[in-house]
T-cell receptor, first 115, second 110 residues
């Protein structure tokens, strides 16, 4: 597609529920990133894929968070047993060339509210 | 201490004003630097890259001081449409991940 597509746009989950957030990057983009943005804060890095390989997951806040990109295109971020502190906007970004800082495109994000 | 620090603001300025945002970063190995703009409830978008020699794009001027690990953005003749949050961003070469500051909120009033 023309841009990075994320779904759902909004998600309300009851505490303890599992959620799955989807990112469809720009076709052919090698690098894919997940970020978490809390209200009033800048995006915080969660994890990074180069093709299907997850090269960095140092930002995942707990083992309840899991991400995958099995075929090197679409990625899913899964959060198990959601907690209120997981409420945030989850942003996905992709780039054609790894490390090209001015070539990143962000999706519109998924706004997760845990009640 | 956060790796990229910004004054969160908000900055409230009248139309036509000149406004400056500052940012410091702590990782001296950072290689590339950017300013992103984020409108309310939208995704961040690249405003401009920041080069050591300083660079200008219309009303926007960005400066980098590697010795002080300091980045700035100057907006001249501010417009209502400049109202947004401005994010200072550094690129970590390992893996190419972007590290964002907290963002500085700008509100331009008529």
């Amino acid at each position: 597609g023309a841009g990075v597509s994320q779904s759902p746009r909004y998600k309300v989950a009851k505490r303890g529920q599992d959620v799955a957030l989807r990112c469809d990057p720009i076709s052919g983009h090698v690098s894919l990133f997940w970020y978490q943005q809390a209200l009033g804060q800048g995006p915080e890095f969660l994890t990074y894929f180069q093709n299907e390989a997850q090269l960095d997951k140092s930002g995942l806040p707990s083992d309840r968070f899991f991400a995958e990109r099995p075929e090197g295109s679409v990625s899913t971020l899964k959060i198990q047993r959601t907690q209120q502190e997981d409420s945030a906007v989850y942003l996905c970004a992709s780039s054609l060339v790894p490390g090209q800082g001015d070539g990143y495109t962000f999706g519109s994000g998924t706004r997760l509210t845990v009640v | 201490r956060k790796e990229v620090e910004q004054d969160p603001g908000p900055f409230n300025v009248p139309e036509g004003a000149t406004v400056a945002f500052n940012c410091t970063y702590s990782n001296s190995a950072s290689q590339s630097f950017f300013w992103y703009r984020q409108d309310c409830r939208k995704e961040p978008k690249l405003l401009m890259s920041v080069y050591s020699s300083g660079n200008e794009d219309g009303r926007f001027t960005a400066q980098l001081n590697r010795a002080s690990q300091y980045i700035s953005l100057l907006i001249r003749d501010s417009k209502l449409s400049d109202s947004a949050t401005y994010l200072c961003v550094v690129l970590r070469n390992q893996g190419g991940k972007l590290i964002f500051g907290q963002g500085t909120e700008l509100s331009v009033k008529p």
